[in-house]
């Protein structure tokens, strides 16, 4: 059982940059490739960044590539995501996911191949 923690959510007017965290607890947290995705009122749950567990790799949506960056600190057992230039159109719930591999170069956009789930952290940008 893998439990993962969002925060660092908020709002954040157009253009402004916020950073997420995620701290995971539970197993070993370097053999877990994982993911970023977030949903807004009324929409699908989308994918965003997601990053190997050997953070070697990383894969981002076409619509966040450029302004956000994926991370992790395998010693701290958190991951990241830095977002810069947002738009009001990023305003979502963001959850951070989790998913076993032996593969440390492995990583996945599909939330169904993710295991585990945060809670989600609410992140508003206004214009």
């Known amino acids: 059982q893998v439990q993962l923690v969002e925060s660092g959510g908020g709002l954040v007017q157009a253009g402004g940059s916020l950073r997420l965290s995620c701290a995971a607890s539970?197993?070993?947290?370097?053999?877990?490739?994982m993911g970023w995705f977030r949903q807004a009122p009324g929409k699908e749950r989308e994918f965003a960044a997601a990053?190997?567990?050997?953070?070697?790799?990383?894969y981002y949506a076409d619509s966040v590539k450029g302004r956000f960056t994926i991370s992790r600190d395998n010693a701290k057992n958190t991951m990241y995501l830095q977002m810069n230039s947002l738009k009001p159109e990023d305003t979502a719930v963001y959850y951070c996911?989790?998913?076993?591999?032996?593969?440390?170069?492995?990583?996945?956009?599909?939330?169904?191949?993710?295991?585990?789930w945060g809670q989600g952290t609410q992140v508003t940008v206004s214009s």
């Open positions: 996911a989790a998913r076993y591999t032996l593969r440390a170069d492995s990583y996945s956009y599909t939330p169904q191949t993710y295991t585990y």
């Open positions: 539970g197993r070993t947290f370097s053999n877990y490739a």
């Open positions: 990053i190997s567990s050997s953070g070697g790799s990383t």
